[in-house]
Nanobody
Framework: QVQLVESGGGLVQAGDSLRLSCAAS????????MGWFRQAPGKEREFVAA????????YNTDSVKGRFTISRDNAKNTLYLQMNSLKPEDTAVYYC???????????????WGQGTQVTVSS
């Protein structure tokens, strides 16, 4: 089992920045690829970014490329999502997830956090 706890969400204005964190406990964090997903009200959960276990490979969805950066610190068992130039359409609950390899589909992740709310006002 891997327990994941997100933090860092909040209410910001368009153009601001936020950094989300995901603290992991339980099994060895560095064994897992990690991903960030988000779900806006009335919409399905969507992929945001993912990172390989080593941090050597990352992938972002097109809508956040150039604005969001995923990273991890395996020594601290923590995953990050640096979000810059935030837009109102980035408003959602953001979830971190752990899986066996870097994937875009949410079905490839076995463990999920409870989520943290990000609200971007215009």
């Amino acid at each position: 089992q891997v327990q994941l706890v997100e933090s860092g969400g909040g209410l910001v204005q368009a153009g601001d920045s936020l950094r989300l964190s995901c603290a992991a406990s339980g099994r060895t964090f560095s064994n897992y690829a990690m991903g960030w997903f988000r779900q806006a009200p009335g919409k399905e959960r969507e992929f945001v970014a993912a990172i390989a276990w080593s941090g050597a490979s990352t992938y972002n969805t097109d809508s956040v490329k150039g604005r969001f950066t995923i990273s991890r610190d395996n020594a601290k068992n923590t995953l990050y999502l640096q979000m810059n130039s935030l837009k109102p359409e980035d408003t959602a609950v953001y979830y971190c997830a752990a899986g066996d390899r870097l994937r875009v589909s949410s079905q490839g992740y076995d463990y999920w956090g409870q989520g943290t709310q990000v609200t971007v006002s215009s």
